[in-house]
């Protein structure tokens, strides 16, 4: 069965200051990776995904993921935090089989930015 | 239009109740899915529609009936529920193809209390 990992249920980030949430999977075959943002008392929102390509994807609200497949780790970066990313953040890994098309999630990290 | 609308966004009811959830898009998705989330958890997958066809139930109590009027609608009927079904349930929906790397769209969820 495929997995994520996320080893951090929170990361502290300044306002300013880069920002880094951890990702590690475990698939068989090419993975299909996710990254969502969930705000408190609302759904999830996509973020950026890696399917093929680039290493480096870039995403929404000017977040990126940078794919390493020596270290089956996806992990989420962001240059200069806001007080705004403040949210609950989950990696996610796509498996398809006969049924249909199922998302894994990790466990979440809360993001903490503070002024 | 990206939008998955649910209703209703909080629901109150008692373990002798039955009421519905419902969930609506209007992407032309034709794979739609309920999950349950605890607070600080990630989503559970509960159920899987494929060109409204049931294609997976995750082991849910008969009590959570999933229907899929339409491609646009997908319902969750709920009765006789326990206090520990209390938790949001979202919606989802995505374009269905095998081996595409197409992404969940997430509804804001509907807050269940069951008392």
């Known amino acids: 069965a495929q997995s994520v990992a996320q080893p951090e249920d929170q990361v502290n980030v300044a306002e300013g200051n880069p920002l880094t949430v951890k990702c590690t999977y475990s698939?068989?075959?090419?993975?299909?990776l996710f990254w969502y943002v969930q705000y408190p008392n609302r759904g999830l929102q996509f973020l950026l995904k890696?399917?093929?390509?680039?290493?480096l994807v870039k995403g929404s609200y000017g977040f990126e993921a940078e794919f390493n497949k020596s270290q089956t780790s996806f992990h989420l970066k962001k240059p200069s935090a806001l007080v705004s990313d403040s949210a609950l953040y989950f990696c996610?890994?796509?498996?398809?089989?006969?049924?249909?098309?199922?998302?894994?999630f990790g466990g979440g990290t809360r993001l903490m930015v503070k002024p | 239009d990206t939008e998955v609308t649910q209703t209703p966004k909080h629901l109150v009811m008692g373990m002798t109740n039955k009421k519905s959830l419902k969930c609506e898009q209007h992407?032309?998705?034709?794979?739609m899915y309920w999950y349950k989330q605890k607070a600080k958890k990630p989503p559970e997958l509960m159920f899987v529609?494929?060109?409204?066809?049931?294609?997976i139930n995750e082991s849910v109590p008969s009590r959570f009936s999933p229907e899929c009027p339409n491609s646009s609608l997908l319902n969750l009927h709920l009765h006789a529920l326990q206090p520990e079904d209390s938790a949001l349930y979202l919606c989802?929906?995505?374009?269905?193809?095998?081996?595409?790397?197409?992404?969940?769209?997430f509804g804001p969820g509907t807050r269940l209390t069951v008392t």
């Open positions: 529609y494929s060109y409204e066809k049931l294609s």
């Open positions: 698939v068989s075959g090419n993975p299909y």
């Open positions: 989802a929906s995505s374009q269905e193809k095998q081996g595409a790397d197409y992404e969940q769209y």
């Open positions: 996610a890994v796509r498996e398809w089989n006969n049924a249909g098309n199922m998302l894994t």
């Open positions: 890696y399917i093929t390509g680039d290493n």
């Open positions: 992407m032309g998705h034709r794979a």
